[in-house]
């Protein structure tokens, strides 16, 4: 146990279903980020928040909406996705924004069929 | 970030020590090694990080030459749940510009019962 977690861990949405990711830190961390990680693929940054706000956004389509309500809660909004946006999702914090030692969750295998 | 290189895979008996050597001739003198593990499906886990002199934890050793171009990771007494991609990464130690870790492509550990 890492100290994150995700919800859910498996999702199989429609392309025009709209769904939502989870992450939760329980380590007092003031920075989360999610990561992708597509097949054979090295790992994505997606958004980046620090103490709640979003500080990079790594040119992530707007199909993919973050949401970070406090520094211990990240979501993930999906509306509208597309079959390539099947992919691990990966959730991670760190005690401070820029420290290189990240806690990441379990992930989210989502599958857009 | 000073490049490194990994031998793209490993085996070890369980039980054994699994050492595994990553290389990274122009690392700079304010760079740490980080060692990185993902077990299939999940995230990625923090192992260890050093600069110059050698680390222990409770998971894995790290033991870094003097010239700081190579380094070794050690598992002590490897398990069947330690069979991972294992990654090697240098970067400083406060990442004041790029937020997202990168990931090459890793030693994949496989541990022999």
């Known amino acids: 146990e890492t100290g994150v977690t995700q919800t859910p861990r498996h999702l199989v949405m429609g392309m025009t279903n709209k769904k939502s990711l989870k992450c939760e830190q329980h380590l007092g961390h003031n920075a989360m980020y999610w990561y992708k990680q597509s097949a054979k693929k090295p790992l994505e940054l997606m958004f980046v928040y620090s103490l709640e706000e979003r500080v990079e956004n790594n040119s992530v389509p707007s199909r993919f909406s973050p949401e970070c309500p406090n520094s211990s809660h990240l979501f993930l909004h999906l509306h509208t996705l597309q079959p390539e946006d099947s992919a691990l999702y990966l959730c991670?914090?760190?005690?401070?924004?820029?420290?290189?030692?990240?806690?990441f969750g379990p992930g989210t295998r989502l599958t857009v069929l | 970030d000073a490049k490194t290189t990994q031998p793209t895979s490993m085996d070890c008996a369980e039980g054994r020590a699994a050492n595994l050597p990553c290389n990274h001739s122009t690392i700079s003198g304010n760079e740490y090694v980080y060692w990185y593990r993902q077990i299939h499906s999940q995230g990625p886990q923090y192992i260890i990080h050093?600069?110059?002199n050698n680390e222990t934890n409770e998971m894995a050793s790290l033991i870094i030459t003097e010239d700081r171009k190579s380094s070794t990771l050690i598992l002590p007494h490897a398990t069947l749940r330690d069979t991972a991609v294992y990654y090697c990464i240098v970067r400083e130690v406060v990442d004041t510009g790029r937020r997202a870790l990168t990931f090459g492509s890793g030693t994949r550990l496989q541990v022999q019962p």
């Open positions: 991670a914090s760190s005690p401070l924004l820029g420290i290189n030692e990240q806690f």
């Open positions: 050093g600069l110059k």
